[in-house]
């Protein structure tokens, strides 16, 4: 098979995974090491700063993550971090300096939003933040001084979906990098880079690593781009462990098929709220009510795995939901092959003012669902049982 022209289900599988296969391992060796012995010092100076140098650098097994991943995005090359918000703040402070500007979106993760807003300013870097799907506020936003523009689709929790044409056209007229968090899409349903956005970048914690037990961050783009971002990495110290690397390894073997079921099923659960009287509105890309869903199918090829929804009641209706579940476990996260259910003004939005929440869409009655792989039928049952929780008097009785 030529190189280049597998398809992402194959990609996800075999990855870069031609690391040191002399001794026939089908699994890719960890590299469980923070240095390497070279033969002598002109080996050691031709190492210096590569993944056989010093493990902050980087390490052969988180080589294997990287290159798998920049093909699965279509990209020249990619990071590995300890976690998402290490890969977006190290991206971001790798490629603006004091004076600069950045325009973003209003309904970024809330750990983003707290950077932009609280945290950059110290560095000298202001944000303008704008409405998700108003272009015409994105161009009146843009200055001199703009050097980023930073999207996140679809969102969380809101679950809105950002057109990827329009806002690379509209990055590449001014002169702007662009950047996408593209965690709810994964590589499997949207490949911004293929729409001349300039970098992608995950929250591998969710469907990447997709077992709820890793956390790690993910940054794919060009060359010349990912040299600044891992020297940024490299001093701040922002690195991935060699053996979170291959537990990364081996979620992302799974990746494809994770994700058509988690499709599959959040669309059978989306479409199974829509119906339901106890329901105010349902927000699932793949919908046909969805606010943007002709972008949605026109850029991805599956409506994601997150269902969000709000119940026709109060945010104690929506509380008590959640906690009469017994097969959607009550956690924040997502992503993992189990399913999840949370308030997002309780957690991925409690640090945010009850004003800048509305105009983000998010409110008390939101619950968030993040759809595993376990039988849509049974997720079904659990949700039509924990609904009669709206209105109740009292909990309803769990078991
Ligand atoms: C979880 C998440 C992040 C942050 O990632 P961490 O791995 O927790 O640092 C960023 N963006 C989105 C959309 C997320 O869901």
Known sequence: MKPGTRRRETSAVHGAAKLDKKDGPVSTPIYQTSTFEVAD??????????DRYYTRWGNPTNTVAEQTLAELEGTDAARTFASGMGAITSTI????KAGDHIVAQRDVYGGVAKFLADWLPKLGIETTFVDTTDYEQYEQAIRPNTRLLYLESPTNPSLGVVDFRRTSALAKKHGLISMIDSTLGTPINQRPAEYGIDIVMHSGTKYLSGHADLTCGVVCTRQELIEKINDTRTTL???????AAWMLIRGLKTLAVRVARQNENALRVAQFLSDHKKIRRVRYPFLNRHPQYEIARLQMSGGSGMVTFEVEGTGEDACRVSEAMRLFTLATSLGGVESLVSIPVLTSHAMISEEMREKM???EQMVRLSVGIENADDLIADLEWALQAVGAK???PVG
């Not at 010092?41 to 590569?50: F, G, L, M, P, S």
């Not at 402070?93 to 603006?96: F, G, N, T």
């Not at 110290?237 to 053996?243: A, K, L």
Request: aromatic residues 0%; contains cysteine; charged residues 15%.
């Open 237 to 243: 110290g922002n690195c991935m462990d060699p053996h």
């Open 41 to 50: 010092n002109e080996e050691q100076q031709r190492v210096t700063a590569t």
């Open 361 to 363: 869409g998010v409110n």
């Open 93 to 96: 402070m790798a490629l603006l």
């Open 394 to 396: 009292q909990t309803i």
